[in-house]
């Protein structure tokens, strides 16, 4: 627990959660509404612009209407405990835990991994519709739900700001590094990082879920596969086996093979007989 704190007049801090944010992060109370929400505290970089561009990617990130995407809600400048003064960003508070604490747990198994990948790809392509981008994609802006889907947050941040605090590496596309901007093959490069991360070695060699991985961390972004053939092997990777495992799923070739045996069968004794 924290000491009690109201951030803007209206949201009371309650208890700090645990993310790698780019900031302190709390489960509050909007005080006006009664609603459960997170505010987290940013801390805006001295250059004059910051503010603006973290302004214009609230905004943005505000006008966004997904069932992928966590809703943002309110952006307040007000006094830090040091005395200092803040950002907040007020944002929805969906029952969740960030992918990066369930990867360092007991990783999903490969079919859970595409199907959050499906999930926030689908997130993605909601964004990349209204004309942004994410920017910073990593597991610890994926979040998942207790019915296992997956969920995206802090849209635009890190282009605003900067990288999160004690963020992982691994997940920033070529192109970005030699500044090209950010694209949308340059959020689908993170996503397959991303996927790559948490599927570790439950990936088989050739599945759906391998060739998705593959195609979208392609170092030329020319060459990455595009979304719809991405969500097309991902939705193939999620699917549950049949009942009947491999059984089931090549019915067709035993009735095949079987049919030849009986009429091998049949010609044999047919010759027996004459």
Do not use: K
């Amino acid at each position: 627990m924290i000491e009690s704190r109201i951030v803007g007049g209206r949201y009371l801090l309650l208890a700090e959660l645990e993310r790698r944010g780019f900031g302190p992060s709390h489960r509050a109370e909007d005080r006006i509404t009664g609603r459960t929400v997170v505010v987290t505290e940013i801390a805006v970089p001295a250059d004059g612009g910051a503010r603006e561009r973290l302004l214009a990617e609230v905004r943005a990130a505000g006008r966004l209407r997904h069932p992928g995407v966590v809703g943002v809600l309110d952006l307040i400048t007000d006094r830090a405990t040091d005395g200092g003064m803040r950002e907040y960003l007020v944002t929805e508070h969906p029952e969740t835990r960030p992918l990066s604490h369930v990867v360092d747990g007991e990783p999903p198994p490969a079919r859970r991994v595409a199907a959050i990948g499906r999930d926030v790809l689908a997130a993605l392509r909601a964004v990349h519709a209204a004309g942004g981008t994410h920017g910073g994609l990593d597991p610890d802006c994926v979040l998942l739900t207790p019915d296992g889907r997956g969920l995206v947050t802090d849209i635009g941040l890190a282009r605003a700001v900067g990288a999160r605090t004690g963020g992982r590496g691994g997940f920033t596309p070529p192109e970005r590094d030699r500044e090209r901007g950010d694209t949308p093959a340059a959020d689908l490069w993170s996503l397959g990082a991303v996927l790559h991360h948490t599927a570790g070695r439950r990936m088989t060699h050739g599945s759906p879920l391998a060739l998705a991985i593959t195609g979208l961390t392609a170092a030329d972004p020319a060459e990455r596969i595009g979304p719809d053939h991405a969500e097309a092997l991902l939705e193939r990777a999620a699917r549950p086996r049949p009942a009947g495992g491999d059984l089931g799923r090549n019915r067709w070739i035993l009735l095949v093979v079987a049919g030849l045996l009986l009429v091998a069968v049949a010609g044999m004794v047919l010759w027996a007989v004459l």
